[in-house]
């Protein structure tokens, strides 16, 4: 047998750009790219590319630096690719989607309200952070419990309760589109910033739902509700009703009585209020 022969191999780590894949910005907001595994020193020249429309994001190109802010001006779609100064490697991020951004705010009375839980991204995603948000935005008021509609099961779900002194039970995930009843000791607001959701679920009876925020021009009462999930579904709706927090009730129903008969059509409060929604079957809601 020949001599042993001896290589040595030097490892460099793979380059890729942060944050990866598919990526969601809103209007007006700014992302840091970055591209990790970088060299020491190195830089990059940066360029929007396949923007739809041409005016999606700014700025179109930065030069001869280790990273970008990337602002969302208009919805649409665009690309990143950074070319590097060192080797002329070139990196391209997945499709960059630039969403409507905004906020709601919510206004409570003492005792049980219906709140729509409309956006994502709020950073708010459990009944204790709703409870926290609302408490923290609003000295001296306390939460005692959260709940909504299993819709599934037709039926109200198990609360979340604030025992007081530190003690909860019951916590649960919210769900985008969907809409809770709060009870507080007090009156309250809490603004809440983030994007529309994009899908719910409906079934077969009562919906617990939110309405669109980027709908608020279009969708301002129970009968123009009504025409979009009809629409979206093509599910027949047959009432949609709210909750009176002033006077501690469930408000008159809008009904759709068939045939072009409608009755008790009333003006919807987007922001502050959520809503129950009688469908005709199962479907997915997709404003």
């Keep these: 047998s020949s001599a042993p022969v001896t290589l040595t191999f030097t490892l460099f780590e793979g380059k890729t750009m942060s944050p990866s894949g598919a990526v969601t910005i809103q209007v007006d907001a700014t992302q840091t790219f970055t591209i990790l595994g970088a060299q020491a020193g190195e830089t990059f020249d940066w360029a929007i590319i396949e923007a739809s429309p041409a005016d999606v994001a700014s700025p179109l190109t930065a030069a001869d630096v280790a990273s970008v802010d990337i ?34 705010t919510h206004s409570y009375n003492t005792g049980l309200n219906l709140v729509p839980f409309t956006l994502t991204g709020t950073g708010i995603t459990k009944a204790s952070e709703l409870d926290a948000a609302i408490v923290a935005a609003n000295a001296g008021i306390a939460v005692s419990q959260i709940f909504g509609w299993d819709g599934q ?9 604030n025992l007081g002194g530190g003690f909860t039970t019951g916590d649960f995930d919210l769900v985008s589109g969907a809409s809770y009843f709060v009870q507080v000791s007090g009156t309250a607001t809490l603004t809440l910033t983030g ?74 409060s987007i922001q502050e209020e959520g809503y129950f929604v009688q469908v005709s079957g199962n479907g997915t809601y997709q404003p």
């Design 71 to 104: 602002t969302g001006d208009n919805e649409g779609t665009f690309k990143l690719q950074a070319t590097s100064n060192t080797d002329a490697a070139v990196y391209t991020s997945g499709t960059i989607t630039v969403v409507p951004g905004g906020s709601i």
């Design 153 to 161: 099961n037709q039926r109200f779900s198990i609360p979340y309760a």
């Design 195 to 268: 994007s529309d959701y994009t899908t719910y679920t409906c079934y077969a009876g009562l919906n617990l739902m939110a309405v669109p925020a980027a709908l608020s021009g279009t969708i301002t009462t129970a009968s123009s509700f009504d025409a979009n999930i009809v629409s979206e579904t093509a599910l027949t709706v047959s009432q949609i009703f709210g909750w009176d927090s002033v006077n501690q009730r469930f408000s008159i129903p809008y009904a759709n009585l068939g045939g072009g008969f409608t009755t008790g059509d009333f003006t919807l």
